[in-house]
C-alpha cells in the first residue's frame, strides 16, 4: 500500500472527499466497461456473452504478472516465521486492530490496517477507512528481510513502495468473498506471495456465503507455493 505524493495515506483520503459521491462509478468502471451478468446454467449463454467472457479474460490476463520467486528453503523459513505470529496473536501480544478474525481466516494487519464489510456502519466501496497512525503494529524486521528486500532485489517493486503487508491465515476449506481491493487505500500493484500451500485466484466470480456458494469464475489462476503474484 502506498500514496503517490503522500507521505500518510489520510492525507490521500482525505483529498478525494470532494469526489466521494463519484466513487461508486469509478468503482464500478474499474471492475468492467459493461455491467457484470451471472447465469445459472450454461443454457443462458449466448455467443455474445461468451464474446464478452473472452473480453474480460483477457483484460484479466494482461493485467497479472505471476513468478516463482521463492525457493522451497525460503517458504519453509517464511513459514515458521508465520507460525510464530499466529502464536503471538494467540497469546495477545499485538495490538487490537492488528488482528482481524473471521470463520476460517485470520488477517494479521502491520504497518497499516484498516476497517472492511460487516466493520463498517455504511456499507459499500469507497466506505472502508485506514486505521489511525499506531493502532496496528509495524511490519515485522523478518518480512522487510525475506519478503519484501526480495521482491525489491528481483525488480518486482520500487524500493519504498511498500508501508502495508498483511498475513491472510486460511485453515482448510477457507476463502475470501468477491472483492476489489479499496481504490481510494492501495496503490496498484497489489501483490501477493502464496506460502505453506497451492492455491489459486478467481475472477469474476459470484459469491454467497451461508452456504458457500459460488459461480463460474471468468478467469481461474493457479497460485503456487512459493510464487508472486502482481495485480495491476
Known sequence: MAASGYTDLREKLKSMLPYRENYKNRFLDYSSDKKRRYYESDEDFTDDDDLQKEEETQK????????????????????????EVVSRAESGQYREHTVDRAPLRNKYFFGEGYTYGA?????????????????????PDWVQELVIKKLVDQRVLPEGFVNSAAINDYQPGGCIVSHVDPIHIFERPIVSVSFFSDSALCFGCKFQFKPIRVSEPVFFLPVKRGSVTVLR
Do not use: N
Request: hydrophobic residues 25%; charged residues 40%.
Open 60 to 83: 484479466i490476463k494482461s493485467s497479472i504478472r505471476q513468478v516463482r520467486l521463492f525457493s522451497d528453503e525460503e517458504c519453509t523459513l517464511i513459514e515458521s516465521k508465520i507460525d
Open 119 to 139: 466493520q463498517l456502519p455504511k456499507r459499500g466501496p469507497g466506505q472502508e477507512r485506514l486505521y489511525p497512525k499506531g493502532e496496528v503494529d509495524e511490519i
